[in-house]
């Protein structure tokens, strides 16, 4: 069962970064079948990046600049890239694989008030819950990755790891609205 928690103590580091650049890439995949033809829409290419490497990068180079600033141990800034792309493994691939379902599931077209338009209803409201699930189980593995490969314990290290991942996502966010 820790294995399935906290899978960075058993995890080496490369194996973690080519399943998480293996995610990635599918991820990226399946959101770029979906938005295709981007047709010179740049808010669309940095929409599907900022879902995977936009919030990926600026967070681990973060993370990395604050392990080293609060951290007791040398750091190694190719464990906190590897761990922190595989713990967010579950919210990569449950997104490209929702879109898929999602834009599948706007093509159906249904009567208003409908028996078709409640169960199309109730689809979208658990693909939100499956979309939840998976960032808090991302969010939890990022917390248990950043510890380990700190190697921090105790509050200081959760309380970096929100604080860079809250600032990190809202910066991204203002980007996508300023390149619209």
């Not at 294995?3 to 080519?18: H, R, V």
């Not at 189980?137 to 950043?146: D, E, I, K, L």
Request: net charge positive; proline share 3%.
């Amino acid at each position: 069962m820790n294995k399935i928690l906290n899978p960075f103590e058993y995890l080496s580091t490369g194996k973690a970064l080519g399943w998480g650049l293996a995610g990635t890439l599918f991820s990226i995949c399946l959101l770029t079948a979906i938005s295709w033809p981007v047709a010179g829409d740049v808010s669309k290419i940095v929409t599907i990046l900022s879902q995977n490497l936009l919030l990926w990068l600026p967070l681990s180079l973060l993370l990395y600049v604050m392990a080293l600033i609060f951290s007791p141990s040398r750091i190694r800034a190719v464990d906190i890239f590897a761990t922190n792309l595989f713990a967010m493994l579950p919210a990569i691939v449950v997104l490209g694989v929702l879109s898929m379902c999602s834009h599948w599931l706007s093509s159906i077209v249904c009567e208003p008030r409908s028996a078709c338009e409640i169960l199309k209803q109730a689809v979208y409201n658990l693909i939100i819950i499956v979309l939840s699930v998976s960032m808090v189980w991302s969010m939890v593995w990022g917390c248990f990755a950043y510890l380990v490969s700190a190697n921090m314990k105790g509050w200081r290290g959760v309380l970096i790891f929100v604080v860079c991942y809250v600032l990190v996502s809202v910066v991204n966010q203002l980007l996508i609205e300023y390149c619209k």
